[in-house]
């Protein structure tokens, strides 16, 4: 994060942008295992006001807002697209999903 940060800062006078995009769990071949067994799936999801991984296609237009060359404004960020994990975890205690 501070990389991030620090980057963007440099490289801006440059007309150079450094942002991130921060994803939660994703649904993907490489996650299916783990995923395929409820008690993982459920300490990972109970904390995601939205209650499911994401599907990597969420991220596409993220990722395009990100890269777009016309955007030429908005350095040193992160975007969490998370199902609301972020928020939750620092609004709420965790406990068990109901």
Known sequence: MVSRRSTGLELAR??????????EWNVTEL???????????EATTRRTPV????DP???REV????ADPTLTYH???????D??????????????SR
């Open 63 to 66: 990722g395009a807002f990100l």
């Open 83 to 96: 199902g609301g994990y972020t928020v939750f975890s620092r609004a709420a205690p965790v406990g068990p």
């Open 31 to 41: 996650a299916a295992a783990p995923y395929a067994d409820d008690r993982f799936r």
């Open 14 to 23: 440059h007309r150079i942008r450094v942002n991130s995009l921060l994803p």
């Open 51 to 54: 209650r499911r991984g994401a």
């Open 75 to 81: 350095t040193g960020q992160e975007v969490c697209v």
């Open 57 to 59: 296609d969420e991220f």
